[in-house]
């Protein structure tokens, strides 16, 4: 679109009455036009989280927070995943999977199992990870996607569980941080802390996600009698996922193993002569308890400072001079429509590009570049390797279940189909 001549401009009354008011006329505007924009940063800031207590009946009391249900605990915690704290829940929930890692049971059957230990499956492991995690969390409860998700973990869970080599305590544990951990870095981290019920619709999730996996919560105080609401989860399996960290978070040569390769995929896309500083990152976030577990270097303490001062910055600049993330930003991760192959693709991807698109975009686009720069694959690299045309849910996970556990998918289904339908999951 060709620019207005200078003429033209100046036939603006605006322009006209700014070109032609004193240094301290402009200096005035330039101040008011700040002004305005502060106070409406001020009403908009806090509108999503108003919005969301309008418009569930939770908000206010303990008492009606007993009633929530599972399906309206997962539409507050997608908003607050997808568009109030992106990023840093993104991140809590990659910290999450690792953190498991600092356990010594945990650690050393994912080296046996050769998931964490080769370089060539350690990628596919964390993206497998990731899209069946994303897919029951992305979707709805009673969604065919998040049942069929949850379904698969339960079928590549079954056997290690049957034989003991996964430990139930751990499974507890997991579960412990994925719900507990975004509410960590959410607190930690970004320009305000959740509320009490947007807490409570984590807890309420994740404790009927647990149901769905078939986790027992005898090892909590009230795991027998029964939790009054998602709150009530929280503190109770929080407290208990802190004893046994106290307990089982040991320093161990397999964790350090385990956490080298884990980094690995962390800073994938960090270049080589950055990748010292991204490894202090990493360290950073650990806190003290995790880099001793897997016997990691505690970061210089200028880098943390700095660290520091630029988490609270942004803290500071998402407050009080960034408007809120718009609906049409909302951090999408799979798409929504089975593609030509009735498969789905992933849309963003840190790690290699397992299930990612081979578009013009992804393999010619700004980020492409970059990813070749680096001498890292695009999608649609090397065949079929990376699986171009998308992933099937119920084929996730290590190459050799590829194709299994069909039947015992759809048992498992059923099972879902009666006992997880968006209801509450507290009696």
């Known amino acids: 679109m060709a620019s207005l001549p200078m003429s033209s401009v100046k036939d603006v009354p605006l322009f006209n009455s700014l070109l032609q008011a004193s240094p301290y006329q402009q200096i005035l505007y330039v101040l008011f036009g700040i002004a305005t ?29 007993r009633s929530m249900t599972d399906q309206d605990a997962w539409a507050i915690q997608k908003t607050i995943m997808q568009i109030e704290f992106p990023f840093i829940v993104l991140k809590s929930l990659q910290f999450a999977l690792f953190r498991t890692y600092g356990i010594p049971t945990i650690s050393t059957l994912l080296l046996k199992t050769s998931q964490l230990s080769d370089s060539t499956t350690s990628f ?17 409860p009673r969604s065919e996607r998040a049942q069929t998700a949850i379904a698969r973990t339960n079928f590549l869970h079954k056997g290690y569980r049957a034989s003991g080599k996964i430990l139930e ?10 719900a507990l951990e975004p509410i960590r870095f959410v607190r930690q ?32 105080r009230s795991g027998k009698t029964g939790f009054q609401d998602g709150i009530h989860w929280l503190e109770e399996i929080g407290a208990w996922s802190e004893q046994y960290e106290v307990q089982h978070m040991k320093p161990h040569p397999r964790n350090k193993e385990i956490a080298e390769r884990t980094i ?18 990493v360290s950073y976030l650990m806190g003290d308890r995790l880099r ?71 393999r010619w686009g700004p980020m492409a570049w970059f990813k070749w720069a680096l001498g890292q694959p695009l999608p649609g690299d090397d065949d079929d390797k990376y699986y171009p045309r998308g ?18 998918l759809e048992d498992f289904k059923k099972t879902l189909r009666q006992q997880r339908m968006g209801q509450c999951p507290f009696p």
């Open 391 to 408: 992933f099937n849910t119920h084929d996730l996970g290590p190459k050799w279940f590829e194709g299994k556990g069909y039947k015992e």
């Open 124 to 140: 596919k492991r964390y993206a497998d990870t990731g899209t069946l995690i994303g897919q029951f969390m992305a979707f709805d």
């Open 264 to 281: 690995d995929v962390l800073l994938y896309n960090v270049p080589n002569f950055l990748k010292p500083l991204g490894g202090y990152f």
């Open 169 to 178: 305590a751990d499974m507890l544990y997991t579960l412990s941080l994925f």
């Open 292 to 362: 001793t577990a897997m016997m990691m270097k505690e970061p210089p303490a200028f880098f943390s400072g700095i660290l520091a001062l630029t988490f609270k910055l942004r803290q500071l600049y998402l407050r009080y001079l960034s408007l809120p993330r718009p609906n049409f930003m909302r951090l999408d991760v799979f798409t929504d429509k089975l593609n030509e192959h009735g498969r789905h693709w992933v849309l963003i991807y840190e790690g290699a590009p397992f299930y990612v698109q081979p578009t013009i975009w992804n």
């Open 37 to 65: 924009y502060l106070a409406l940063i001020s009403s908009l800031r806090f509108q999503r989280r108003q919005t969301l207590h309008k418009k569930y009946s939770y908000y206010g009391t303990r008492q009606s927070m």
């Open 189 to 220: 981290f970004e320009w305000r802390e959740m509320t009490e019920m947007e807490r409570c619709a984590i807890g309420t999730f994740w404790k009927s996600l647990g149901d769905a996996l078939g986790i027992s919560y005898d090892a909590l």
